[in-house]
């Protein structure tokens, strides 16, 4: 390091010299902090933590007045998702046509030329419905969700049609099917 090298060298301890003096009034303290200067945060932690353990205990024990009581309802209103309706709904119906050999539906079924079903875009598969045709009812269920022809709301298979007495699209009445029905 040359005269110039040194010169800055001196130069950069003297700004830090400056800048951080180490006097005693500056230095680090070698005593530790008393502990009772931090007793009232201490205590002020533990009241918390007591406090959300009993809120927490309190939820525990709701839950699982919540969840007896479920149990002693009756089981299959706790399963069922809604009131079946025992009214009669109205829908423009028609035959979705022949079926193809084994045509898969949307359902996961298989169609064969004799199946009894019905398709419908909104309800689940396998939903049990009854289906009437002037003096004719039909206990069927939803077979597929994919309708073939376009400006209906339900479809049956060619042999529910027929057992129907179904000719192109005409307004039909369906409901859900309820224990008495099947």
Same mark, same amino acid.
């Given at each position: 390091?040359?005269? *110039? ?10 700004? !830090?010299?400056?800048? +951080?003096? @180490?006097?005693? $009034? @500056? ?6 902090? &008393?502990?009772?200067? +931090?007793?009232?945060?201490? &205590? ?6 007591? *406090?959300?353990?009993? *809120?927490a205990v309190l939820a525990g024990l709701i ?28 829908a423009f119906a028609g035959s979705r046509g ?11 079924? *298989? ?17 049990? !419905? ?11 269920? !939803? ?14 298979? $060619?042999?529910l049609a027929r057992i129907l007495g179904l000719?192109?699209?005409?307004? !039909? ?10």
């Amino acid at each position: 390091m040359g005269a *110039v090298g040194a010169w800055l060298e001196r130069g950069r301890h003297a700004m !830090i010299s400056r800048a +951080f003096p @180490f006097t005693p $009034e @500056f230095s680090a303290p070698t005593t530790r902090p &008393d502990p009772q200067h +931090f007793r009232p945060v201490i &205590d002020l932690v533990a009241h918390r933590l007591l *406090v959300l353990a009993g *809120v927490a205990v309190l939820a525990g024990l709701i839950a699982l007045a919540v969840v007896e009581r479920r149990s002693q309802d009756d089981g299959s209103a706790a399963l069922a998702g809604a009131t079946t309706p025992a009214s009669w709904n109205t829908a423009f119906a028609g035959s979705r046509g022949q079926t193809g050999d084994a045509q898969r539906t949307t359902c996961g079924q *298989v169609l064969a030329g004799a199946a009894l079903g019905v398709t419908h875009p909104v309800l689940p598969c396998g939903a049990k !419905i009854v289906l009437r045709n002037g003096e004719t009812q039909v206990l069927s269920e !939803i077979v597929d969700n994919a309708l073939v022809e376009p400006g209906r709301q339900l479809e049956v298979t $060619e042999a529910l049609a027929r057992i129907l007495g179904l000719k192109g699209t005409s307004e !039909i009445e369906w409901r859900f099917a309820t224990e008495a029905t099947g």
